[in-house]
């Protein structure tokens, strides 16, 4: 017979509030402004269909990078972190996880630097697809 183990049973709590939900939604819909500008300058590049794929594809890995480091390496949250676009996010949702609340101005930086890069991102997509190769493939 096959004994059931929770996570309450390891000594694992884990409750996520309204407020812990909305903090970690703060802390990571900023993202959703970087992905689509990195994946659309990073597009440009590409001269076909599959190397494009190719690209996004090693893209993908960017965000799992900091999860990987933290199981060898425990990293422990300092303020340069936070204005950094995908180890902030990660760094702010480990705080909130850990009951901790994250300064406010470290929300709101990672939230201008996500901004800022993004609009930084869109505009140099913008510049590339005015040109010719880039629409016509020339």
């Not at 992905?35 to 090693?58: D, N």
């Amino acid at each position: 017979m096959l004994a059931r183990l929770a996570l309450e049973d390891l000594g694992v709590r884990n409750h996520l509030g309204t407020a812990q939900v909305l903090l970690i939604l703060a802390a990571v819909v900023p993202m959703g402004l970087v992905a689509p500008a990195v994946q659309m300058f990073l597009s440009c590049f590409a001269k076909s269909f599959k190397e494009a794929q190719s690209y996004l594809g090693l893209l993908m890995i960017l965000p799992t990078i900091p999860g990987i480091v933290a199981v060898f390496y425990p990293m422990t949250n300092r303020p340069w972190m936070h204005p950094l676009p995908v180890l902030g996010q990660y760094a702010m949702v480990t705080e909130i996880l850990g009951g901790k609340i994250p300064p406010a101005m470290s929300m709101v930086g990672a939230t201008v630097v996500a901004i800022v890069v993004s609009a930084l991102l869109l505009s140099m997509a913008t510049k590339l697809f005015s040109s010719e190769k880039i629409i016509f493939g020339r």
